[in-house]
Each structure stands twice: as structure tokens, then as C-alpha cells.
């Protein structure tokens, strides 16, 4: 079964969040960060991985997004820095092999 991934991606300043799912978190990332998609990340610089979140299921993972969507900016903040309290992009040094 093939696993499935809720991710927050910020730009540099950590002004801009977007969340989305994906099954492949370091196809997309890439995709992310060489902006092969010219949406709503590449529109706001977010290149960087700050969280992320595995599941059995992308049904699972497209309930969990929803339910981070809804939610306020100060939760997605604090869900973060729990984890992550600097920000850092996790995905540094990932060695993107996405064939």
C-alpha cells in the first residue's frame, strides 16, 4: 500500500503557508522547489518543506489537509514549531531522484 503525505510548505520570510497532499512527498517537493508548477507556491517563493505528516492512506491524508485547512494560521504556526521551531526546510540534503 502506498503511503501518502500532508506537507506545509513556507517562503523564506515564513510569511506564506501552503499545505497541500501529495503521494509522492519527494517528487513533489521537487517539483516544489524547481517550480515545475506555476501555481500558487511558485507565485509566493514557497520552496521551503517545513512539516509534514505520513499516512496510509491519501483518503486519510485528503481528510487531514481538509481539517489543517480549516483551521487557523496561529494552529498551523504552532503545529510547526512544535516540530520544527526554526523553520528550517526538513527537506535540506534530500537527494531528489524523482525517476
Not at 516544489?32 to 505528516?53: P, S
Request: contains cysteine; aromatic residues 14%; glycine residues 6%.
Amino acid at each position: 500500500m502506498k503511503k501518502s503525505f500532508v506537507y506545509f510548505m513556507a517562503n523564506k520570510n515564513n510569511t506564506v503557508i501552503y499545505i497541500g497532499v501529495t503521494s509522492n512527498l519527494i517528487k513533489r517537493v521537487y517539483q516544489h522547489k524547481t517550480g515545475a508548477h506555476k501555481g500558487f507556491t511558485y507565485k509566493y517563493n514557497c520552496d521551503k518543506l517545513v512539516y509534514f505528516e505520513e499516512f496510509a492512506t491519501i483518503e486519510d491524508a485528503i481528510a487531514r489537509e481538509k481539517q489543517l485547512k480549516s483551521g487557523n494560521r496561529k494552529r498551523k504556526e504552532e503545529l510547526i514549531s512544535k516540530v520544527n521551531p526554526n523553520w528550517e526546510d526538513i527537506s535540506e540534503g534530500w537527494v531528489f531522484d524523482i525517476t
